[in-house]
Every structure is written in structure tokens, then in C-alpha cells.
């Protein structure tokens, strides 16, 4: 009825799975009010430090979360880290539901001797880096080398292929940071190898990324044909997606350089490229191998697998044999992690998730999560709407049928912002991130990119007045 107090709803994460369960509450709920909390003064999570520099057509997402931060039943509060600046406990106190968002920042490990030698970085700081993110704005890894080893068949390797090999007249259009953009122009890399301990039918990359990858100019694939006999037939009966990922590979593998029938002057600059990238297959990495002052990295010592059982759930077996491989730069890119927020929220540590029934937390009437941390760090954008929009479904539902008591008001920013006032922590508007897009947007225009990141969080606090 309307004299009934408006729900009042908080999400903690400004990724897409914060900004799509906060629409789809807005959207059906006309009178709830959702504040959304974000650790970094600037919002939109791995859109803006994930997604490739080089996939703004990816990015436009973040129109359609733009319009919802500018609503006026929500509001966005940067530069907040719950869980430090704030417990979930108090935003219980504060809010009738509370929907954790907060992804995926960590990342898993190798777990393998020689993981912390100098020339070996997770995929998660690499992307990182070259995308602005603060934490890993001084990475500087070292490019100086020939041969780079990446480990993973994900899109996410494909991305950091692709950076490593793209022509720096490609990548100085995009929205790369400046710093990132230099180091490449000095970088020696000019061999990519992608490893994977499993075979062709598992890669878990998608076609479009791997199309791309053959089709960029000055980098030839090689690709061993001896990994593809036999899968035409394995893959007769395969689901779609997988079958033409598969003949594309195929395809690619028994070409000669020269020989396409396609692109034929793309075909011919490839046979004389100077930069080259391959998949490698059921190989496992065992070791990153020392230089001899055993401080940097000089090559990876893997073990050669078999596979037992077929298709996704294939299971790869070291065989006993081992292979060495030469490289100066190895880059692991087997997942992000989500971690703990916070001790009264209950985790499953070992799916690295928060145990929850359609976006319920267990155990905890009104918490709900959403995204990474709701199902594992997988899945696109898409995925990730989709499953808030779950989310967010069971929010409304609990709202309308009363598991959600909402008969006494609830006080929201109104309590938490003089929490954090106490706590001398200033959050930061969407007016005031607007402010630090327009000022990344004039940078970036000298420059002819769409902007150029501020990737030290201070000086974003400076340019509003913080
Ligand atoms: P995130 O996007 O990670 O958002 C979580 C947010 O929570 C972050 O802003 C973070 O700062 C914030 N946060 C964390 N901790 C706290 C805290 N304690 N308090 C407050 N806030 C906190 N998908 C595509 O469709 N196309 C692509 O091209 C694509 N490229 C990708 C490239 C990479 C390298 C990666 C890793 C992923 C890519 N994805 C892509 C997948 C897509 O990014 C994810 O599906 C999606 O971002 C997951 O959304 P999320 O909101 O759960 O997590």
C-alpha cells in the first residue's frame, strides 16, 4: 500500500551483476529505493577492468547501467569497501535486503614450484594492468623477452594473446592506459604459447575470440595438425558451438601459411609474420624453471597428459613423459577466485561461492548474492544478467510475500553515511564519477583514444574535491 515505508534495498558491487540486479528491482518494484556500494571510486567492476581494451562494443553495457545509477529511487556510493568500511551487519541494520555482488578478486593458483619467480604474473594482474586497475597500475612486467607461455584455453588467455601480439597501431585507438601502451612498444615478445592441459574438445574459449586471434594481422597461428585427427568425427554429434569451434581449428591447422582461400592478402602478409602464437595441448605445467642466478623465469617443465573419459568432463592423466619449454614470460590464466567478505556471511571455500538457493544466502533471511561470487567465476556478461535477474526475482518475491518484513522503515545511506563519516571515509557520487569520466574522456581525446584512464585513485579523489 502507500503508506507502507519503501523497501530499501543495497548492492554491494557496481559490477554488471550489481547494476543488473539493481534494474531488475527498479524495474518491477516501483517503490524501492537501491543504493549500490563500490569499492573503487569509479564503477562497472571488470567491464572497465576486465573486458579488453581492444572490445569496446562490449563496454556499451555500460550505457544501459548509467541510466539506472542516474534513476532517481537509486544511488551509487564509491569508494566504499564493505566489509572494512562498513560490515554487512550494519548494512543489515540499515536495509531490508542486502544483495552481495562483489565478483571474483582473486585469482586461483598454479600451485606449482617456480610460481613466484620474477617473469611469472597471473592473467588477473596482466589484465590488470593494462586496463588501469589500480592495484596493478605498477606491475611493470617484464616484456624484454621472445616467448611468452601462457597457461589456460580461456577467452581470458586469448585477450592477453592478443594484447601481447596485436599491432600497437590497433591497440593505440583503444582505451589502453598510456603506460601499458608504452611497455608494449618496447616489448620483445614475439611467440605466444597457449597451454592446456587438456585436448581440443575442451578448450573453453569461444569462436568469435579464436577468430580473431587467426585473423590478426602480423601474428600467423601454428597449430600442429597431429592435435586435430580423428575430431571430425568425435565432434559429428557435438552441440553446435562446439562443432564449428572445433572445424575452425581444424581448418587452421591444415592450412598452409599462403594457402587460404580467404583473404588472400591477409593470408599472404601472415606467411612472412613475424610474430607467431599456437595452442598446446594436454600438457600440464609441473615446474616454472629458474635461470641459472635463479631468479627469473627461463622456461616451464610440463607434464604430457592423456585424457580419460571424453568431452567437458575429460580428465587429464600425466602419462610419465615430460616436455621443457623455453620462454621468458609465464602468464597463468586458470581463473579468478572470489574470497570471503566478511565472517558473518557464510562461504563455501571450496567452490569459492556463497551457498545460496536462487540468489538466497543460506541460513541468512535477507542476504541475497549475485554473479561471480553467486556462481563461480564463469560466464559472460550475459551469463551474469541473467542470473541476477534470478537474484532479483527472488528479492521481489520475498518482498511481496512477506519474508521481507518491510512494515518498519529502515533508515539506509541515512545510517550508513554517518557510519562513515565517523569513520572518516567519503564515498563518492555517480555525479562525481561522471566528473572523472569527462575528465578521462578529454584526456584520452588528444590522444585520439575514447579515454585515457586516471589509474591512481587519489588523484580521481582530487579531481572531485575529495
Ligand atoms: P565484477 O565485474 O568483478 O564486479 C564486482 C565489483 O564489486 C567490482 O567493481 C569490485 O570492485 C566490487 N567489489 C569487490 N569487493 C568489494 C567490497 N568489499 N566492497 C564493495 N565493492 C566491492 N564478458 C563478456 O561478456 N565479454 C567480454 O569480453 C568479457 N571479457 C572479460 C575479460 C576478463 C579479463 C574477465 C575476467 C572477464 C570478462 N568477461 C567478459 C566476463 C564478465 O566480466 C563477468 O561475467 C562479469 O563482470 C561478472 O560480474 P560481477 O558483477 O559478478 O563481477
Excluded at 581492444?54 to 550505457?63: A, S
Excluded at 606491475?139 to 601480439?165: F, M, Q, W, Y
Aim: include cysteine; aromatic fraction near 6%.
Amino acid at each position: 500500500s502507500s503508506s507502507a515505508p519503501a523497501p530499501r534495498v543495497c548492492v554491494v558491487g557496481s559490477g554488471p551483476a550489481g547494476f543488473y540486479t539493481a534494474q531488475h528491482i527498479l524495474k518491477h518494484h516501483n517503490g524501492a529505493q537501491v543504493d549500490i556500494y563500490e569499492k573503487l571510486p569509479v564503477p562497472f567492476g571488470l567491464v572497465r577492468f576486465g573486458v579488453a581494451p581492444d572490445h569496446p562494443e562490449v563496454k556499451n553495457v555500460i550505457n544501459a547501467f548509467t541510466q539506472t545509477a542516474r534513476l532517481e529511487r537509486c544511488a551509487y556510493y564509491g569508494n566504499i569497501t564493505v566489509g572494512r568500511d562498513v560490515t554487512v551487519a550494519e548494512l543489515r541494520q540499515a536495509y531490508h535486503a542486502v544483495v552481495l555482488s562483489y565478483g571474483a578478486e582473486d585469482n586461483r593458483v598454479l600451485g606449482i614450484p617456480g610460481e613466484n619467480l620474477s617473469g611469472v604474473y597471473s592473467a588477473r594482474a596482466f589484465v590488470g594492468w593494462y586496463n588501469g586497475l589500480p592495484e596493478n597500475r605498477d606491475l611493470k612486467p617484464d616484456l624484454s623477452c621472445e616467448t611468452a607461455l601462457i597457461v589456460g584455453h580461456g577467452n581470458v588467455a586469448l585477450d592477453i594473446a592478443r594484447i601481447l601480439l596485436s599491432p600497437l597501431s590497433l591497440l593505440r585507438k583503444t582505451d589502453i592506459t598510456d603506460c601499458s601502451l608504452a611497455a608494449l612498444a618496447c616489448s620483445k615478445v614475439k611467440r605466444v604459447w597457449l597451454v592446456g592441459r587438456r585436448g581440443p574438445l575442451q578448450v573453453a574459449f569461444t569462436i568469435k575470440e579464436l577468430r580473431e586471434m587467426i585473423n590478426l594481422p602480423g601474428a600467423r597461428p601454428v597449430l600442429n595438425p597431429a592435435d586435430f585427427t580423428g575430431l571430425e568425427n568425435a565432434i559429428k554429434d557435438a552441440p553446435r558451438p562446439r562443432k564449428r569451434l572445433t572445424e575452425l581449428m581444424i581448418k587452421t591447422a591444415l592450412e598452409k601459411p599462403g594457402e587460404k582461400t580467404v583473404e588472400v592478402q591477409a593470408a599472404a602478409t601472415q606467411a612472412v609474420a613475424p610474430r607467431e602464437w599456437g595452442l598446446k595441448f594436454q600438457r600440464s605445467p609441473q615446474e616454472v624453471l629458474p635461470t641459472a642466478d635463479g631468479r627469473r623465469v627461463r622456461g616451464v617443465r610440463m607434464a604430457l597428459t592423456h585424457l580419460e573419459g571424453s568431452g567437458d568432463s575429460a580428465k587429464a592423466v600425466p602419462t610419465g613423459d615430460v616436455e621443457e619449454l623455453e620462454c621468458g614470460l609465464v602468464l597463468s590464466s586458470i581463473g579468478y577466485r572470489s574470497l570471503p567478505l566478511d565472517p558473518s556471511v557464510p562461504f563455501n571455500t571450496q567452490r569459492g561461492i556463497i551457498p545460496n538457493s536462487s540468489g538466497r544466502v543460506e541460513g541468512v533471511p535477507g542476504l541475497y548474492c549475485s554473479g561471480w561470487v553467486k556462481r563461480g567465476p564463469t560466464g559472460v556478461i550475459i551469463t551474469t544478467m541473467n542470473d541476477s535477474f534470478d537474484t532479483a526475482q527472488s528479492v521481489l518475491e520475498d518482498l511481496q510475500v512477506g519474508v521481507l518484513d518491510v512494515s518498519a522503515s529502515r533508515e539506509g545511506f541515512g545510517a550508513v553515511g554517518s557510519i562513515l563519516r565517523s569513520r572518516g571515509v567519503h564515498p563518492v557520487s555517480f555525479s562525481d564519477w561522471e566528473k572523472i569520466d569527462a575528465a578521462e574522456v578529454a584526456r584520452g581525446k588528444a590522444a585520439g583514444k575514447p579515454r585515457e584512464k586516471i589509474v591512481d585513485p587519489q588523484e580521481m579523489l582530487q579531481l572531485i574535491g575529495h
